[in-house]
């Protein structure tokens, strides 16, 4: 059974930074795309980076140079490294993952950004 498990959500101030960590179980982490979205309040979810196997990350316009996504397939795990945390920053991150049956979502981990 896969499963992801997010954490490293908090309240933080305008300007701070927070990491938030995704382990993931139940599936061959180091073959798979790794995402993290994000829903805020009253919005849809949207994609903020992404990382192949092979390392290469993208970054939604509104995150690029302020979010650093990684990984280490040693312990199944993505990152999601924040700084210069904005309030529009806010909202519910979740890790995403998905094999040959079905995409597999984290249940998610609450970030605070107040100015």
């Known amino acids: 059974q896969v499963q992801l498990v997010e954490s490293g959500g908090g309240f933080v101030q305008a300007g701070g930074s927070l990491r938030l960590s995704c382990v993931v179980t139940g599936t061959t982490f180091s073959s798979n795309v790794m995402r993290w979205y994000r829903r805020a309040p009253g919005n849809q979810r949207e994609l903020v980076a992404a990382?192949?196997?092979?390392?290469?990350?993208t970054y939604a316009d509104s995150v690029k140079d302020r979010f650093t996504i990684s990984r280490d397939n040693a312990k199944n795990t993505v990152y999601l490294q924040m700084n210069s945390l904005k309030p529009e920053d806010t909202g519910d991150y979740y890790c995403?993952?998905?094999?040959?049956?079905?995409?597999?979502w984290g249940q998610g981990t609450q970030v605070t950004v107040s100015s």
């Open positions: 990382m192949s196997p092979a390392g290469s990350p």
């Open positions: 995403y993952t998905q094999n040959m049956v079905r995409g597999y």
